[in-house]
């Protein structure tokens, strides 16, 4: 069961997540739901992306220890010049520039959410943003079993750095989609699959 979400943060900054709950039917959903709202509630006190992955795992773990999840949480102000962010068992995110150069944040990510080990706060990653365009979150969209992940990554990364910002600014939802088709064309997705595309506009995220 794959979910996003984004909260704004008190000082004015943005948390942007994608997650996946191992499972699917009602169980997951519902698992999902209560995730998203304490996730809403811990991105209030204006923790880090790893502090709140650390929150996440102690509330999953107590509340249904059977299950588990990935997810991986960016944080973004625009009066600080870096994009945090932290992984458990998910895939990167991907950034692109204005020139359409794109890079895929490649730090190792942690452990699921839920698994039962000692955790100390899970590390989080910073990356530079300055004349950042857009970055996309995703789930299930690059996985292939018989061929890994990273001809996927490649194949989302060349989708992303084909936009011009103009078209971005124009018909945000439209660029999603435009990604997301040529990788859905094949048959080989047996998962959930969601896109978080975020294009900065200034100082606002859209």
């Known amino acids: ?53 650390t929150r996440l795992h102690r509330f999953l773990h107590h509340l249904q220890p059977d299950l588990y999840a990935t997810a991986v949480i960016a944080r973004l102000h625009p009066d600080e010049p870096t994009l945090t962010w932290a992984a458990a068992g998910h895939p990167p995110p991907v950034l692109r520039l204005p020139d359409g150069t794109v890079r895929t944040l490649d730090a190792k990510p942690g452990a699921m959410l839920g698994i039962p080990l000692t955790h100390g706060d899970r590390r989080p990653h910073g990356a530079p943003v300055a004349g950042l365009d857009a970055r996309a979150v995703h789930d299930g969209l690059v996985e292939r079993r018989a061929q890994g992940i990273d001809p996927g990554i490649e194949r989302l990364a060349s989708a992303l750095g084909g936009f011009r910002s103009a078209e971005l600014d124009a018909d945000l939802e439209g660029s999603a989609d435009r990604i997301l088709h040529p990788l859905l064309s094949d048959s080989e997705r047996d998962d959930d699959v969601c896109l978080l595309l975020c294009h900065l506009q200034g100082d606002v995220a859209g």
Not at 10 to 27: P, S
Not at 29 to 48: C, E, F, I, K, N
């Open 1 to 53: 069961m794959t979910g996003t979400t984004r909260s704004p943060t008190r000082d004015g900054g943005l948390i942007t997540v994608v997650g996946d709950v191992t499972g699917h039917g009602l169980h997951a959903a519902v698992m999902m739901s209560q995730l998203r709202t304490a996730l809403r509630a811990y991105a209030v006190d204006g923790d880090s992306p790893g502090r709140l992955l």
